[in-house]
């Protein structure tokens, strides 16, 4: 059997570092990737680190993957050798529930199967991610990259871009729509993008009056600095939907005044218990605001993002590295020292394995 090289985390402590393993043998629906490139994304530190508890080691983590088509099994026919192909957040489904059929595994009902720090749903064999030379997944769980993709720079649409783009396409975001996105960094960056590239009209909302250059850099049509009290004011009933990227405790009842009625504000940052402030129902009340969550997205919403990615030319902002530099990338991402997504060039594994 042929052993896949890659990097793994031993510990919640230590430093990733060279690790190999045995792959599953190819199943007839199967599609082998040879791994070009691999977003590094928060929840790839996270999972390192057991932040959220319960990670298993040794953790190869990755799931913003994008390579070439290597090995496809016998039922395979939507791939062939040397296809440009894409892997993200999910690799399995149960296909039964209501989520699956809606094309929305991502709320799969019986718990999706996820692409690392996860055991397969036939055999139970632990999954590792796209920090690795190579991975085989479902058919129906691979994504065509379209041929207008650079490559170098796709691998983080897997995660931050559809993360960004599937309340877009849920809320009907379109040209008539005012969009405000909180927080600046991977995801809040892609969300200025798609935004903007669906017609809305996009406001950056940061803390920091540092960001409003790179704001409107990317697309921000506004900048509204939020500790500016009076500017906060004037902009009350301004927008249709708040995408709120921010990824810890903060007090989210500034934005649900800038709402219009029936605006609402979506969590996307995993915060877990919001303790910094008591949610005001006042202000959702007296408008019919909402305030909702949304998690990545389905694979239908997944290609759809990546061919509308093609047509606009939208890509990430990344800054390229070699698999050695990983432990360093991860403590600047704790800092916020990228601009703004991390893509590993895995043919580095090849120097490290000799």
Not at 181 to 209: D, E, F, N, Q, Y
Not at 225 to 251: G, M, W
Not at 266 to 284: D, E, F, K, R, S
Request: with cysteine.
């Amino acid at each position: 059997m042929t052993t896949v090289f890659a990097y793994a985390a031993p510990s919640a402590s230590g430093e990733l570092g060279p690790f190999s393993y045995e792959p599953r043998n190819l199943r007839n629906d199967d599609v082998e990737i040879k791994i070009l490139y691999c977003g590094v994304c928060h929840t790839d530190l996270h999972k390192c680190r057991n932040h959220w508890g319960g990670s298993q080691y040794p953790l190869v983590p990755g799931h913003e993957i994008v390579g070439k088509v290597a090995r496809v099994g016998t039922s395979v026919t939507k791939y062939k050798l040397g296809d440009v192909a894409a892997v993200g957040c999910l690799v399995d489904s149960c296909g039964n529930c209501r989520s699956c059929k809606d094309g929305l595994e991502n709320y799969c009902e019986n718990a999706p199967t996820l692409t690392y720090d996860a055991d397969d749903r036939k055999d139970g064999k632990r999954l590792y991610g796209g920090y690795s030379e190579s991975i085989t997944v479902r058919e129906s769980f691979v994504l065509r990259v379209p041929s207008g993709l650079d490559v170098k720079s796709a691998a983080p649409l897997l995660c931050a871009g559809i993360t960004m783009w599937s309340p877009l396409r849920n809320w009907k975001v379109n040209s008539k729509s005012k969009v405000a996105v909180a927080g600046l960094g991977g995801l809040g960056h892609m969300g200025i993008k798609l935004a903007k590239g669906l017609g809305a009209h996009v406001t950056l909302l940061s803390r920091s009056p540092g960001k409003a250059t790179d704001g409107r850099r990317l697309g921000a049509d506004d900048v509204l600095i939020t500790t500016d009290e009076a500017a906060v004011a004037r902009a009350s009933n301004r927008f249709d939907i708040i995408l709120d990227t921010v990824p810890y405790d903060h007090d989210v009842n500034p934005y649900l005044s800038l709402l219009r009625r029936d605006g609402n504000l979506v969590l996307l940052g995993l915060i877990g218990n919001i303790q910094a402030t008591p949610l005001n129902t006042g202000p959702m009340l007296s408008a019919r605001r909402s305030v909702s969550g949304s998690g990545i997205g389905g694979i239908q919403e997944t290609q759809e993002l990546l061919d509308f990615c093609a047509a606009k030319k939208i890509l990430p902002d990344v800054e390229m590295i070699a698999i050695q530099e990983i432990n360093d990338a991860y403590e600047r991402l704790i800092k916020g020292d990228v601009k703004y997504r991390f893509v590993i060039d895995i043919e580095s594994l090849s120097k490290v394995r000799g």
